[in-house]
């Protein structure tokens, strides 16, 4: 289970640390950062796949998405004697993440190519300036495992020393990646499978067109896909293979007395919704926008196959006020077989969620900040130097 997110120069996220626990609701008024903390935990996701520095240009590239506010705010600023006034930077531009647990840590900085851009057409791509691999909560240089400083990756030993072998990969690659040598560090394969079990699920479909809606030839599905068309496929899976019983619930609290039912035709799937008070059931392509999200939510987060790492970005969207706690008590659910991260703006569903760690962000003269978080109250954290 991951203890501790850390994050520094990414958008709002000037100097981010934050404690998780197995269910943490991450809330706070609009432009306090919450959608930036979403990307960076998919960021970080992204660079176990080498998917980074393309997730990266998506976003406008690494320049777009550093932090646009000054290095240091001094005392005047802050007291309101003085504005906030552009300065030449003296530290190295980059773009960090990292996360820790009481097994592993791993922290990246990306930063900008040390080349002329004359040189070469691709002078904005971002490169890997650090990446470490450690044992433990905290960073510490007796714990690492697997250090990485420009192209060269280098490994403990059997003795514990480092490995006189130096391994090589491009400077915009991950090792999380490219290196795959279970012999060399096979604690980075570990950590490397953890990191790409984790899902996001960032408000599902639910217009005419939707994929929800469609009817299709259904396989055995333990994963919702992210656009939701497997849908019928991810209940019938659940009612077979998961947990019957906690989906009859969760349909029960939103709905009474009402079911969900999958049909198969020659192979198709197709979604059957009995309503108390009706005389047939409700095909998918006649559920209401709320109804349809809601079985949605249901599919992701009672999956047979549960990740390390589940994070839901505004689950509330479409959502009738009446219909949150029985998504809160979905989401207890699924937090007793998995680490939940729940990005909400809903009080709400925060109020329902009373077993979570809420975390309030805010911002701080342009910087995301958790509201209340003291000196003492940060986690323990320490980046790798370039």
């Known amino acids: 289970m991951l203890t501790t997110l850390a994050v520094q120069n990414y958008r709002s996220l000037r100097d981010l640390v934050l ?62 004697r003085s504005p906030v006034e552009g300065t030449v930077r003296s530290k190295p531009v980059g773009l960090r993440l990292g996360f820790s647990g009481e097994e592993f840590g791993y922290a990246l900085d990306l930063g900008l190519p040390s080349v002329e851009p004359d040189t070469t057409a691709f002078a904005l791509d971002p490169e890997f300036k650090r990446e470490c691999l450690w044992s433990g909560p905290v960073l510490r ?13 280098r490994t403990r030993d059997e003795t514990g020393g480092w490995s006189p072998e130096t391994f090589r990969i491009g400077l915009t690659d991950s090792m999380l990646s490219e290196f795959a040598d279970p012999r060399a560090c096979p604690e980075l394969l570990i950590v490397r499978e953890r990191i790409r079990s984790w899902r996001f699920y960032d ?40 947990d019957r019983a906690a989906l009859a619930t ?49 599919a992701a987060l009672l999956s047979p196959r549960p990740p390390e790492l589940l994070v839901l970005n505004e689950p509330e969207t479409s959502l009738h006020p009446d219909l949150l706690p029985a998504l809160a008590a979905l989401i207890l659910t699924a937090a007793q077989r998995t680490q939940l991260v729940v990005v909400t703006h809903s009080r709400v569903l925060v109020r329902a969620l009373e077993e979570a760690s809420v975390v309030e962000l805010e911002k701080e003269f342009g910087a995301t900040v958790p509201a209340g978080q003291g000196v003492l109250d940060r986690p323990a954290w320490h980046w790798p130097k370039r």
């Open 141 to 153: 240089p007796p714990n690492l495992l697997a250090d990485r400083g420009g192209p060269g990756v």
């Open 250 to 298: 969760a349909i029960d609290n939103a709905f009474p007395r009402s079911r969900v039912d999958v049909t198969s035709t020659g192979g198709r799937f197709e979604l059957r919704f009995s309503q108390h008070g009706l005389l047939r059931p409700l095909a998918a392509a006649e559920l209401s926008d709320g109804t349809l999200r809601y079985l949605l939510w249901v």
């Open 203 to 242: 408000q599902f479909r639910t217009d005419a067109d939707a994929p929800a809606r469609q009817i299709r030839i259904g396989t055995r599905t333990p994963v919702l896909d992210h656009d939701g068309g497997d849908l019928p496929a991810a209940l019938r899976t659940i009612q077979e293979y998961g």
């Open 19 to 80: 404690p998780l626990a197995r269910l943490t609701v991450v809330t706070g008024p609009n432009g306090s950062g919450k959608s930036s903390l979403y990307r960076a935990l998919r960021l970080l996701a992204d660079a176990s796949r080498n998917g980074a520095v393309a997730a990266l240009a998506r976003e406008g590239g690494l320049p777009s998405t550093l932090w646009a506010g000054p290095e240091n705010i001094g005392r005047a600023v802050r007291e309101g």
